[in-house]
């Protein structure tokens, strides 16, 4: 805490600072077509920069500049892109007409010498606008983007610790190690938290998606192809970059609340961001945002467990066996900045980021009175008073959540060249309460909440780059060093002594470590227009770990215009991915099912004598070849379809290990691994290794109609497609000591994890509609087939089936300044498939879960409904 009110008060003080010292010229306008309508959406931006905003909903712009005269460039796709000359700050208006030709939207991913727009770039490249995530009707951007983004997939997951608070994202199935996450095109910070429970990216460190504010966010730029060669280490999926809002010309406030079908699920959440102006010339865009989450509970009600072969009057009159399975409860607070200043014609400061909190509640496995271990007297067990029959206790797994993320940088001309230096720190902690339970071990005396510890990160970074344009070609080099750390704080002792708590035993003095690591990087780029119809272009970078080594990622990409309306694009590169801190250091000790009874596992990290002396070799970076070929159709102002085809191959992929037992894949008791068991008060340990080479291949596909007239209003449609398919390409060799346990460090269902826990084929097909003032979406997205496979019988395999989740939007907009919304996600209230255990209890967890839990395609919430209303001022 003291650690985050330093943090949160040296923020403060930074932006105090920065807004005495700096200035800027603002300019601001409205954009119209040939009709007179408002287009809102419209980019504008600063002609040679990556300064821009985008028009609000009544196509109002604000944006600062950088000094006068400038031009600024007013594009959409659909739209003419125009450049307007600026020799005041006096208001401008603009009227932009209706384009038959190309896809005109500005980005600035993918690309470090100069934004080009979607049909320009030689890869392929999504821009999401902040409006079209909002009307996915999600609570989060990383459930926003998995309804936008068909190769993009999230899903909540439940009775999994800590990551029911996070919930793993991943593009195209590749898992969250390797999607790189940026905002205002700088380096987010990863989150404290390994995924060590059995969820989809399983043993792999994500971004905390959850830690930015919907409301801040201007739009999300999604990069669909391997670009280690331009950002480094992550990047081997692709890249989101999520741009912040700017200089807007409105104070949007919001409030919303919503409820499932089930009357459980209570949301609620508000929002404020204005732009503050000062010294003239410079803003500050501002976020402070509320949100509470109840639980759900959607826990199978088998009237006996199955697990203990247990039924009894307790049974029978628990028929859920006391479990919560489903949503966590969470409260969150945010705040979020983004400011800028130009101190002259060339030079620019800005200064953004903010910090994120959240303390949510999810559930383990509730302690039945049969349950084995648990004193059942009111003697030895301080949740049971005595009174009546003893009932057992439902133990709660509790986070405390801080994310914080301060970037602060200036943009100047350097020896003729475009440049940038900038500053970064981010950091993420998470911190364990484990209530509700008790440590048998103490009897009477034992707590009932136990402190257990923690896990925290932080990087810190320094970026300086310079590009520029020379006729035809366009050159960037750039310096990146980063410096990293991740720290594990033991529990009370309370917490893990003599067995621990029931659940969640505490981490322990001998988890607890504090390493850290740096790393340089150095790449450059190159793009050259032979002509107006053909690009070439490539890139190239170089980065040393002071605990691994080095790397050198390289990339070759191309374009060529067909027409003015069609594009042929195609990238070939190389890049690499180094294993995180988390996974080399991380140890601890687990409550699962394990062996196929309630225990004790272990891990023990990649550095620990222990696993040294069975021979497993210290972590080293992942590589890939990435491969893309595809292009792009404008066909008409309001029609475009587009078709991308990849190839990533990925070697060395560092895995979580499966469960190893003493004895081994052919039944033999292995002398070295029982004794580090009864060494450690351990059923089974587990590791990180080097252990598979994978291939991922697949298509993207996207087709969009607009303004189609039907009646007094206009309609759009929306087809997007994405078909993913992973295969296991071998599996290295296991050291000497472990070479029977290969199917136990690498099981069938391990396997499984990597190439079919997300859906290989997912759909987004959408109708909107717009007459007047309101506005209607319908929008269906198709969750393609995911299977979960047994650790060793395939005839105890199940396949969850696809199906299709419909979301209804509704908006109407009373005046100008005041609208209201109506959301109905998953509209006709569609499960998954109902767990099939085929005679293994340990499936479900005798009845326990009646959905899957380590396959989620979407979520077992069913229908929730939200009404939210929104003013502008």
Known sequence: MKNLFFKRNTFMLLFTFFSYVIVGQTIK?????????????INVVEKGTSNGTLTDDNGMYSIDVNTIPTVLIFSSMGYTTMSQKITSSANLNITISESDVSLDEIVLTGNRSKPRTILDSPVPIDNVSVQELKATGQTSVDKMLTYTIPSYNASSQTVSDATAHFDPADLRGLGPSRTLVLVNGKRKNQSALVYVNDTPGKG???????????????????LRDGASAQYGSDAIAGVVNIILKKNINYTEVNASTGYTSKLDGLNASADINHTFTFADKGFANVTFGLDYQEKTNRAGTPGADGLFGVDNQWTRDNPDLGMTIGMPEMK?????????????EDTKLYLFGGFNVREGTSFSLYRTPYWPGVPTDAASNPLYDGVGDYQGFQPTFETGINDNLLTAGIQFKFLGFNADASATYGSNTVDYTIGNTINPSLGANSPTNFDAGGYGFNNILGNFDINKSIDAVSFGFGVEARRETFEVTAGEEASYIDGGAQSFPGLQPGNALKESRTNVGVYSTLDWDISEKFLIGGAIRYENFSDFGGNTSWKVNSRYKINDAAVLRASFGTGFRAPSLHQVYLSNIQTLVSNGTISNQGTFNNVDPIIKDLGIE???????????IGGTIKASRNFSVSLDYYRVAVDDRVLFSGEINATDDNGTVNADVQQILDDNSVTSIKFFINAVNTVTEGFDFVLRQRNIEAGAGK?????????????LEGIINTPDKLANYKEQIFSRKEQARITDSRPN????????YNIKKLNMALNNTYFGSVKWQHAVDPTKDQVFAGKVITDLSLRYAFTEKISANLIVNNLLNVYPDEVDTKGDVVTDLGGRFKYPWEVNQFGFTGTTLKVGLSYKF
């Open 715 to 727: 309609f759009g449609i929306n087809l997007a497609l994405n078909i993913n398919k992973t295969t």
């Open 204 to 222: 792999e460190v994500g971004t905390d998606m959850k830690s930015i504010p919907t409301a801040a966010i201007e739009r999300v730029e999604v």
């Open 29 to 41: 306008g409205k954009v119209t077509d040939a009709n007179g309508n408002s287009v809102p959406y």
């Open 332 to 344: 969150k607070a945010d705040f979020f900045l983004n400011a800028e200043y130009p101190i002259s």
């Open 761 to 768: 084929t997912k759909v987004l097909f959408g109708v909107d």
């Open 618 to 628: 210290s972590l080293f970076a992942e590589t890939s070849k990435n491969l893309s």
